[in-house]
């Protein structure tokens, strides 16, 4: 377990540096449309009059007749509002999402170490944290495309780079930090009289 704690270190290392590279360069650009600068102004000064609070909001919604007719006639958007700005690379940010790395690689290695003696080796180990990190995010990111007809290139974007920063978690979890498992004993082969 001691060991599992320690290899959270640089496996919530390695999500930091995948998510910093995947979505705090020019790379983060595939999965975003972009404004110009006038056009951004007019959409942040309509938000400002329209929008009374932080929130997620479905624009129109669907609670009402009217709204539910004007969703089916489009646009529609769900806005994701924060009523303060804050700095684009917000150090506490940072810090704080280190930390929430760290909480989901301690987490990963918990559920590894509940197997590690009955899938004792690397290469069975990879598949199992490979097909948990796609799937884990294909549930997080695809479902939004599907059910609320969002952009599938944004969805696509955040799919791909938390698969990958779960899988590297993972990975570096079960290839240094597990006990080494051991293999099961070899069936002896049954005979009749």
């Given at each position: 377990?001691?060991?599992?704690?320690?290899?959270?270190?640089?496996?919530?290392?390695?999500?930091?540096?995948?998510?910093?590279?995947?979505?705090?360069?020019?790379?983060?650009?595939?999965?975003?449309?972009?404004?110009?600068?006038?056009?951004?102004?007019?959409?942040?000064q309509s938000?400002?009059?329209?929008?009374?609070?932080?929130?997620?909001?479905?624009?129109?919604?669907v609670?009402?007749?009217e709204?539910?007719?004007?969703?089916?006639?489009?646009?529609?958007?769900?806005?994701?509002?924060?009523?303060?700005?804050?700095?684009?690379?917000?150090?506490?940010?940072?810090?704080?999402g280190?930390?929430?790395?760290?909480?989901?690689?301690?987490?990963?290695?918990?559920?590894?170490?509940?197997?590690?003696?009955?899938?004792?080796?690397?290469?069975?180990?990879?598949?199992?944290?490979?097909?948990?990190?796609?799937?884990?995010?294909?549930?997080?990111?695809?479902?939004?495309?599907?059910?609320?007809?969002?952009?599938?290139?944004?969805?696509?974007?955040?799919?791909?780079?938390?698969?990958?920063?779960?899988?590297?978690?993972?990975?570096?979890?079960?290839?240094?930090?597990?006990?080494?498992?051991?293999?099961?004993?070899?069936?002896?082969?049954?005979?009749?009289?």
């Amino acid at each position: 377990m001691v060991r599992v704690i320690i290899g959270a270190i640089p496996a919530a290392i390695a999500m930091f540096l995948i998510g910093f590279i995947w979505y705090a360069t020019p790379l983060k650009n595939f999965g975003y449309a972009n404004l110009d600068n006038a056009q951004a102004a007019a959409v942040q000064q309509s938000m400002a009059a329209s929008l009374p609070k932080t929130g997620t909001y479905a624009i129109p919604g669907v609670d009402t007749a009217e709204q539910t007719d004007m969703y089916a006639r489009g646009p529609i958007a769900t806005i994701h509002y924060s009523s303060r700005g804050f700095a684009a690379m917000d150090p506490a940010a940072l810090v704080g999402g280190l930390v929430f790395y760290l909480v989901i690689a301690l987490l990963i290695g918990l559920a590894l170490v509940g197997i590690d003696r009955r899938v004792a080796d690397f290469p069975s180990r990879a598949k199992l944290v490979v097909i948990f990190a796609v799937a884990s995010s294909a549930l997080i990111h695809l479902s939004e495309p599907i059910f609320y007809h969002h952009d599938w290139g944004h969805f696509i974007y955040r799919f791909i780079g938390d698969a990958l920063m779960l899988a590297a978690a993972g990975l570096i979890i079960a290839r240094w930090f597990l006990p080494k498992g051991e293999s099961a004993a070899p069936a002896t082969a049954r005979t009749d009289a």
